[in-house]
């Protein structure tokens, strides 16, 4: 028996940060932006609003859509790198507020792979008899933005997506999950300051420690190769064809990445989700972001074939492969 995803929920706070806005910000242009990036804006918390609060909107929505109630939760595993605190998890911040008092709870750290990699570990959680896990990817990246940073800062954004897994059927709902990492080219993308090797002091954050540094040019070439590698694994793994694929929701991070992979997998415009233009890359809220609009939007159908590949710092890269 397969897991399957009962219901998908997402949240975004409702701050627009337009390229319009960054031309005021750093020395960048709306054009240049929109022509490397794709992107056009992106969302960002209000003060006092920190990773949990986008998680408990999403998750809210999830169990509704699900019809599931938070009571009866097994397991909370929320993806992020932007939590509420080092500790404790935010995962458990969400148990409390939701009222999901029989689950267990923890966060999942895999950069923008944090989601597929939080949804194969609750898919063999179910598959082996646990009946509802809660799945989501809450991140607050503008916490970890330098605004003084053009090379980075014109990239990210802030929001939560969530599923509800639980049991489905043979030929029906997670058919696979691939996941991987190379920890060699970790300094690819990285946060290097604030956590045991370097803890948040004066210094770390006068030099700018505590805020993403990413090699971006490298790091593009590897997450095209990567998310093609991920991409031609799940179906390879399943016995079907990338034709047979409807929906392609790959790790939003650019549109010149989404656009390259999708070619090079052989998929048509059509097939593929793209929402980065509007909230940017929101690191491991992406994809579930992504699916509960291509769910809501009806472009996924009962039936589909939903592919999901991701990214991210690590380096990690992970697939999914969905029949909806
Ligand atoms: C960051 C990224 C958009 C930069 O695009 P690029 O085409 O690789 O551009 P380059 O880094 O080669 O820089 C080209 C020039 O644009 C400049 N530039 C960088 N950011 C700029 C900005 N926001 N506005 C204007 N110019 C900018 C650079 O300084 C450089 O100028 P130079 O030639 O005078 O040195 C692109 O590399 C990227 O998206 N990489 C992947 C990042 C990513 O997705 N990471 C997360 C993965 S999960």
């Not at 709870?105 to 646990?130: H, N, P, Q």
């Not at 607050?140 to 330098?146: E, G, L, Q, R």
């Amino acid at each position: 028996m397969n897991s399957t995803i009962l219901g998908t929920g997402s949240y975004v706070p409702n701050r627009v940060l337009t390229n319009a806005d960054l031309e005021s910000m750093v020395e960048t242009s709306d054009a240049w932006i929109a022509e490397r990036t794709g992107i056009r804006e992106r969302r960002l918390v209000e003060s006092g609003q920190a990773c949990s609060d986008l998680a408990l909107e999403a998750a809210q929505r999830a169990l509704t859509t699900a019809n599931v109630n938070a009571s009866d939760l097994d397991l909370i595993l929320l993806a992020t790198c932007t939590g509420d605190n080092p500790l404790p998890s935010t995962a458990c911040l969400l148990q409390n507020r939701l009222g999901a008092t029989r689950a267990a709870a923890c966060d999942i750290s895999a950069a923008c792979c944090g989601f597929v990699y939080a949804l194969s570990i609750a898919d063999a959680y179910v598959k082996t008899g646990m009946r509802y896990v809660l799945v989501i990817g809450s991140e607050v990246m503008s916490a970890i933005t330098d605004w003084t940073d053009r090379n980075t800062c014109v990239l990210f954004g802030d929001g939560a997506g969530a599923v509800v897994l639980g049991p489905g059927s043979h030929d029906a709902g997670i058919l696979s999950t691939h996941l991987h990492a190379n920890g060699r080219l970790s300094d690819m993308i990285q946060v290097p300051g604030g956590g045991s090797k370097a803890p948040g002091s004066k210094e770390i954050l006068d030099n700018k420690q505590c805020f993403i540094k990413m090699k971006g040019n490298e790091t593009f070439k590897i997450a095209v190769k990567s998310m093609e590698e991920a991409a031609h694994e799940a179906v390879t793994a399943n016995g079907v064809t990338m034709s047979e694929i409807d929906v392609f929701i790959p790790h939003q991070a650019n549109m010149r990445i989404l656009k390259a992979v999708s070619q090079r997998l052989g998929l048509p415009q059509e097939k593929l989700m793209i929402n980065l233009d509007k909230f940017g890359n929101t690191s491991a809220a992406s994809i579930p972001l992504a699916l509960d609009e291509a769910v809501i939007s009806q472009r996924i159908k009962t039936g589909d074939l939903v592919l999901l590949a991701a990214f991210g710092a690590g380096l990690t890269w992970a697939s999914a492969l969905v029949r909806w």
